[in-house]
């Protein structure tokens, strides 16, 4: 695969239009997930956010984990957003009206669901950057695990307990958006047992104000089932096993799961390493526990035909077959070796990255060989940075460097236009949805700080806007890159990263 290397210049552009939008995010003690669309914290948004920060500020990065951690609910949940102020951002807090739950924070208005457990991840990487810097940024970030180690314990037993009564090693979710992939076709099943009934609130929706096409956005049949679900939370005032009797979804997560085993034998590694939660029923011994059960629970879960791994529908029993990226759970969990190999060939093949139609060669959201496929619909198609970026972090973990290095110059050369963009048309590479969103902006940042670890270096934040690149500059801009591809190269590969031909790419 050949991707080639952004130029010095465009990595000092891309570096200081991500620490600008990042900075323009960020509202003193928290970033909101983007300006207008997502005006509020968003649960695993700001995980994502805290380590691109990171390679700026760590101090500013843990305080973008303490700021979510007053989020937390007394049951251990991490709940999904957390409202600072008002907007018109719907469903807002009334809406949610978690003042019916006695485990909501009283410091903060919150939503009553939550997200994938991301966090521990960021903490881990942003722990690993402070110590090579070693002096303050290492200390703060050594004493923060310290401060917090019982919260992230807290919020993965929660998943481990209530989100897995019995066991299964499979986190159950309650809503679409707990999953962060709302309307993936993983649930279309699950979803057309939602019934909306006449009793549920009436609704305006805010979201097709913030973007430029309507179908960029789930429908409005499917806000009518969120909502519903939301409507069928309060209604058992957010009690977990109340809603597991009575509410119409719930289905068993394997990306959930495998980022909760990966976080939780992450947070007993820093448990280790600082001497914290020791002893045969400590911290770090429930943490291993809990990555044990559900590492089991996602490789269970792996389709020997396909080779990916399946949510489970909890109320029918059924393993739900779609192809979506969740399906490279167990590549983020790890546990068995044969797997792994099988999930890095899958993924780096024909029907996901390698697929011929692709723009960029980054996983899509669903693979472009499947029929549930829609380029420019949300989470059935696009390529969403975050989620290139977990598969490139899970590579790198399972010792395939290379493969990892791989998926993340294409996914710097796919955020090469600066729009930072919540996601992307993946064949033609359009910028899709919200613009100027921090988890993009803060993928773009440590993408660029990963390139060449010894050479590492921190990105200043900028105080003025950098000038947008205007519609024409893009054009001439992909202009150039077609050209490129169709094999007009610059003597010396420098430049714009350009599309790889379908034959250098892994097979
Ligand atoms: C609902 C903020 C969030 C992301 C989700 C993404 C989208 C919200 C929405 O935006 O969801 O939570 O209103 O559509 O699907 O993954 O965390 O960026």
């Keep these: 695969m050949t991707v080639s290397q952004p130029s010095a210049v465009e990595v000092g552009l891309m570096a200081g239009r991500a620490g600008y939008v990042l900075r323009a995010n960020d509202r003193g003690r928290f970033t909101v997930a983007s300006p207008t669309l997502y005006p509020h914290m968003w649960s695993w948004d700001a995980g994502f956010v805290a380590l691109g920060i990171a390679t700026v500020s760590v101090p500013r990065a843990l305080d ?7 989020g937390q609910w007394a049951t251990g949940m991490i709940p999904h957003i957390l409202f600072h102020s008002p907007s018109d951002y719907f469903p ?3 809406r949610w009206r978690t003042q019916v739950a006695a485990a909501r924070p009283l410091e903060v208005l919150t939503s009553g669901i939550c997200q994938p457990p991301i966090h521990v991840i960021a903490l881990s990487r942003i722990l690993h950057d402070a110590r090579r810097r070693g002096g303050t940024d290492q200390q703060l970030a050594e004493d923060f695990v310290r401060e917090t180690f019982d919260q992230w314990l807290a919020w993965h037993q929660y998943l481990a307990t209530a989100r897995d009564p019995y066991s299964y090693g499979l986190v159950e979710i309650h809503h679409g958006w707990e999953s962060g992939m709302d309307d993936s076709p993983r649930w279309d099943v699950p979803y057309a047992n939602v019934h909306p009934q006449p ?4 609704f305006v929706r805010a979201d097709l104000a913030h973007v430029a096409d309507p179908s960029q956005r789930p429908s409005d049949a499917e806000y009518a089932r969120y909502l519903w679900l939301l409507e069928q939370k309060v209604r058992v005032r957010y009690d977990d096993a109340a809603y597991r009797s009575t509410g119409d979804f719930v289905v068993g997560d394997v990306l959930v799961s495998a980022l909760l085993a990966a976080a939780s034998d992450l947070l007993a590694d820093m448990g280790e390493e600082l001497g914290i939660g020791g002893g045969s029923s400590g911290g770090v ?10 590492r089991t ?17 909890l109320r029918t029993g059924n393993w739900l077959e779609v192809e979506s990226a969740a399906g490279f759970a167990p590549l983020l969990c790890g546990g068995d070796e044969a797997v792994t190999r099988r999930q890095r060939d899958l993924l780096l ?7 011929s139609r692709l723009r960029w060669p980054v996983v899509p ?36 460097q290379e493969a990892a290095n791989q998926l993340r110059l294409a996914g710097l050369s796919q955020l090469i236009d600066c729009d930072f963009a919540e996601y992307y048309e993946p064949v033609t590479g359009e910028t899709l949805g919200s613009r100027d969103q921090s988890w993009t902006a803060a993928i773009a940042l440590d993408f660029l700080a990963a390139r060449r670890p010894a050479q590492r270096r921190p990105v200043r934040w900028l105080t003025s806007e950098l000038p947008r690149i205007t519609p024409a500059q893009r054009a001439a801009h992909q202009a150039a890159q077609h050209q490129r591809a169709a094999g007009h190269r610059p003597a010396h590969g420098h430049g714009p990263a350009t599309r790889p031909q379908p034959q250098q790419r892994p097979g």
């Design 199 to 202: 009793d549920m609130p009436p």
């Design 285 to 294: 011994e429930q943490s291993r526990a809990i990555a044990r059960r559900f």
């Design 64 to 70: 973008e984990l303490r700021t979510l951690l007053t």
């Design 297 to 313: 629970g996602v490789l269970r879960s792996v389709d020997p035909d396909t080779g990916l791994a399946r949510d489970l529908d």
């Design 92 to 94: 807002g807090p009334e």
């Design 349 to 355: 093949g024909p029907r996901w990255c390698g697929h």
């Design 365 to 400: 959201s669903v693979s472009p060989a499947s029929a549930d496929f829609r380029e420019r619909t949300y989470w059935r198609g696009p390529q969403w940075p975050v989620l290139n970026w977990l598969m490139a972090w899970a590579l790198n973990r399972s010792g395939e």
